[in-house]
């Protein structure tokens, strides 16, 4: 949310208002970010450092192997080295390790560092562990059969490992700068005797030990720390991820022309588009997708500060993609994901960092939110009056003006007098709701959690690490619990418990905001760097420790006192060995800080069921490589524009192909007054994106559904329907992300990546591998052109009009109509997707209704799709295997449902309703089906469909069953 109204006088919001008015009167609403309150490149020591030695035409890296130092492990799947800056003769250790055959790692550190330097081992899965290549080469010169080193000076090459090409290099320009940890009254080191140090690559010594940030000086008591290398992706021209930024999908060059994409989880008002400015969230992942179809990965491991420069060189003969990478502490750690398909790099991506937990069935429905709905009156007509208007929605939310003065896990119970009530009875209409739940605490010894926190040491301290740091936040002066400690999360979790949480029931969910942190007092309206954080982050993972088994942790024993956790990193066993939990500075954990707030939330909703077998839901606004474990994201502080809704492709394709698959931007926007058709086509393209949340400023005029005039109404209900009736889809998909992980948003690339024209798009989407997405989202648009990929036909999912790729010119787009009643969304053919279509006022209505199966022909007259059924509220599934996975195929004539999985004692009772077949050539003479429970064979209605569909009715068979459906011609 703004944190404009705490940080400005009267005097200055009088004259502010004014000046808008003004504004406003000449061009209309326009959002604007204050750029004075955030840093650029040229403002920071540590990025003006890398960008000069970038800038150096001459010269080499300084860094090379210290001789007879070499191991090759017998395990054979890691290797390790001392190297040498050979400038002042400062020693590191360097480790190079497999993963399989696909993934390796480089990890470098100082080998005596003056005190123990930051890694986020939270970020990966604590079981994470080398392993050898399985398969033999021939190549005496490449580690692992794909690593080459090269000695001196130091940089490695990354070969695919089925071809041999090429696919990344590190420090092939020279860039890798390590700055060691020292005291300021240490002696400079000099040149050891016969170094020339103007043959190396160097910098100035601008910043070193303190920098003036706004108003504040930022202390750097062990001097500068920062760390960074080059990598240049081979046969390239398109790179994305790292998300966040209000940016184009694929990334753009920097070098020369703006500041480097910027990773620093920032609270950032009225943020701006095409801006390479930081957001609230970063994942330092990165895919590079080659021209020959391939794609890689670089994960780049460190949670403090990070730039990232990327420079295009589109015009060679073989193209590639040069970037430079930097972070201002912690140490050198990345990992290469050779692929070599898209889904290739999820899967790898999500062994390190783990997969998404599959969401409860209601979260992927529709949610209702502003700041704020004013009591419990106005909760009740809310939901009454989305009723009376035949409208779904599953989730009402509660902002913060709900608890009692700012003060989180309390009610204002002059406005809620009785929330355990309002609670029940929406979710005895199969609802649930979600209050706001912050991480800064008011400083009021009154105030229960202020009190627990304080007396209990919990707390992020100041610089002399024994003080509490203070700033400022919603309730005015705010603590801050220290969340890098195990200890500390799990006492946040605890504050979920129901006695606790008073007027808190099973059916109350949460949603975590201003977790970046925010803190409107200080620069950049964020925590000092200076700032001290005790726990050291060594210690069980408790939010894996309370799970169900699964792939992200079938490690662990069902006891929170499990010993399995990051405590087995080299960082954790550094700080074991000085007998003491070392602080570490806020700026070396900084973009942890949300995760581990979000990590502590999702544990404590799971230990609140006294069976631990509730499937939380959690949105968090800032996040890290590894968050997509704990919920669901969204892009934050959104403007009611159409600029906007544009932004919001490319933003969350970003999001998803950093393994964030739960996503989603505020619908309508969240500041300013949208018009009708902007919400039309707003929610239109939101039934599509994977959080569907509808969210509005406080200032904001009142905008659910209702409110608007008719045909917007009838607009509005039919995208929400669409959404519904494709749950069924989408919960198949968000399974099939928890077991691969793999996002159902997806760009055209990851099904079709060797179309080098669905390189650049970012206007269009697929949903799954075979729906086809096109919002509108600019004003008075009824037509728009189409780019149809593959060989296949395509069906537009409404009115079943098919495109043939026969008929597509050369540039393969198509003008589509796009009426203001729907955009366009295309079925692929081949492919079936299953729906329900019986309109309901909430998914859990709709848990017995019977499906219908589109099935779109491909050229062959064949078809195939899944289904994935269970509960949707517990961790049975994994724990008991209660669910469905069932295989539709089509094919010879034959519609037939087989098992993937089937079980026994979860009873789905869903028949199969209707079939529509689109693609046929000719009507078939008959339809029947032997029904599987009673052998009764029975011939079924059909009836022509528009544009030579096949309607088939009522075959009244079980989803769950083994059945085949005939069709005679």
Request: hydrophobic letters at 35%.
């Amino acid at each position: 949310k703004t944190t404009k109204k705490m940080t400005m006088t009267r005097k200055e919001a009088v004259r502010t208002a004014l000046l808008l008015l003004s504004l406003c009167a000449i061009a209309g609403f326009v959002m604007a970010v204050d750029h004075n309150k955030f840093r650029k490149c040229d403002q920071s020591g540590f990025c003006r450092r890398n960008r000069e030695l970038a800038k150096q035409q001459e010269g080499e890296s300084p860094f090379a192997f210290v001789p007879n130092t070499q191991l090759a492990l017998p395990s054979g799947d890691r290797f390790v080295s001392e190297v040498v800056n050979r400038i002042n003769d400062h020693r590191f250790r360097l480790e190079v390790s497999s993963y399989g055959d696909d993934v390796f790692r480089v990890h470098l550190n100082e080998k005596q560092p003056l005190r123990p330097r930051y890694e986020p081992a939270d970020a990966l899965l604590p079981h994470l562990t080398p392993k050898a290549p399985s398969k033999k080469t021939d190549s005496e010169d490449r580690l692992f059969g794909s690593v080459e080193i090269n000695q001196s000076p130091l940089s490695f090459k990354f070969f695919d490992p089925q071809t041999g090409e090429l696919l990344v290099e590190a420090n092939s320009r020279g860039l890798l700068n390590f700055e060691e940890l020292r005291r300021k009254d240490d002696p400079e080191k000099k040149p050891r005797q016969g170094v020339d140090p103007s043959i190396y690559k160097t910098f100035s010594t601008e910043r070193f030990w303190e920098e003036w940030v706004k108003n504040s000086v930022d202390s750097k008591p062990f001097g500068p720390s920062s760390v960074g290398i080059d990598f240049t992706f081979h046969n390239t021209e398109n790179v994305y991820g790292i998300p966040e930024h209000a940016s184009s999908f694929s990334l753009k060059t920097t070098v020369g022309k703006t500041d480097p994409y910027r990773l620093y989880n920032l609270d950032v008002f009225e943020y701006e588009l095409d801006q390479t400015m930081a957001l609230y969230g970063s994942v330092p992942f990165m895919l590079a997708q080659r021209k020959d179809g391939k794609t890689v990965g670089l994960f780049f491991l460190n949670a403090s500060e990070m730039w990232i420069d990327i420079q295009h060189f589109s015009e060679l003969s073989i193209p590639k993609v040069e970037t430079h990478w930097f972070s201002e502490s912690g140490v050198l750690d990345f990992f290469v994901l050779t692929g070599p398909t898209p889904k290739d790099v999820m899967s790898q991506y999500a062994k390190l960092t783990g997969l998404p937990q599959l969401p409860p069935t209601f979260s992927i429905a529709y949610h209702q939110c502003r700041w704020n709905y004013r009591d419990q009156e106005d909760v009740a007509t809310v939901d009454s009056k989305f009723d009376e208007n035949d409208i779904p929605y599953d989730v009402i939310w509660l902002d913060i003006e709900h608890t009692d003065g700012k003060r989180y896990f309390t009610w204002d119970v002059t406005k809620f007098p009785d929330s355990t009530k309002m609670i029940d009875s929406i979710a005895a209409k199969g609802r649930k709701m979600v209050t706001i739940v912050d991480p800064h605490i008011k400083q009021d010894s009154h105030y229960r959690l202020y009190d627990s926190a304080s007396s209990g040491d919990l707390l992020v301290k100041n610089s002399d690490s024994n003080s509490e740091f203070q700033g400022s936040c919603w309730p005015g002066n705010s603590v801050y619990p220290d969340f890098s400690s195990p200890r500390v999360r799990q006492w946040w979790a605890d504050q979920f418990q129901l006695d606790k949480y008073r007027g808190s029931t099973l059916d109350l969910f949460t949603w975590n905001d201003m977790n970046e942190p925010s803190v409107f007092n200080f620069p950049e309206v964020t925590m000092p760097k200076d700032v001290r954080h005790n726990g050291g982050s060594c210690g069980p993972d408790i939010s894996l420790s309370v799970l169900p088994p699964s792939p992200n942790n079938n490690f662990l024993q069902t006891s929170s006192s499990s010993s399995s956790s990051s405590s087995s990193s080299a960082l954790c066993k550094d700080l074991e060995a000085l007998g003491e939990n070392h602080p570490f500075e806020h700026r070396d954990v900084h973009n942890m800080y949300g995760f581990w707030l979000h990590q502590a939330t999702f544990t404590g909703l799971i230990l609140r069921d006294p069976n631990h077998n509730q499937r939380p839901f959690v949105l968090s606004r800032a996040f890290f490589a590894g968050s997509q474990r704990y919920g669901a994201i969204w892009t934050g502080d959104n403007g009611a524009e159409w600029s906007h809704l544009a932004a919001a492709q490319p933003m969350l394709l970003s999001l998803s192909v950093a393994g964030i698959s739960f996503c989603g931007a505020d619908v309508g926007g969240f500041f300013g007054n949208p018009d009708a058709e902007l919400m039309e086509r707003w929610y239109q393209a939101g039934a599509f994106h994977p959080f569907f949340r509808g969210h509005a400023h406080l200032d904001s005029k009142r905008r659910e559904p209702y409110l608007f005039p008719e045909k917007t109404t009838n607009i509005i209900r039919s995208a929400l329907r669409q959404r519904y009736s494709l749950l069924p889809l989408w919960y198949t998909l968000f399974h099939e992300a928890s077991v691969s992980g793999v996002s159902p948003m997806r760009p055209l690339w990851f099904e079709f990546p060797s179309e080098t024209k669905t390189f650049s798009i970012e206007d269009q989407f697929l949903v799954g591998s075979d729906l086809l997405v096109k919002p509108i989202t600019t004003s008075n648009t009824f037509s728009t052109n189409v780019y149809f990929p593959g060989s296949e036909k395509w069906f537009e999912l409404d009115t079943w009009t098919v495109v043939d790729p026969a008929s597509l010119p050369p540039s393969r787009y198509q003008k589509v109509d796009a009426p203001a009643e729907r955009i366009p969304v295309f079925q692929r053919g081949g492919s079936i997707v299953p729906r329900r279509e019986r309109p309901r006022r909430s998914s859990q209505a709709m848990i017995n209704d019977p499906f219908t199966l589109l099935v779109a022909l491909d050229s062959k007259a064949s078809a195939k799709g899944e289904l994935y059924l269970d509960d949707g509220v517990s961790f049975d599934a994994q724990t008991k295997k209660f669910f469905h996975q069932r295989l539709f195929s089509f094919s010879d004539g034959k519609l037939v449902s087989s098992t993937i999985h089937k079980s026994e004692e979860y009873k789905d009772l869903s028949q199969l309703e209707r079939i529509v077949v689109l693609g046929l050539t000719s009507r078939p003479s008959s339809v029947s089906v032997v029904d599987p429970r009673t052998g009764e064979t029975r011939v079924l209605e059909t009836q022509l469909g528009p544009n030579n569909s096949l309607i088939v009715k009522k075959p009244n068979v079980f989803v769950t069953d083994d059945w085949t459906i005939s069709f005679s011609f």
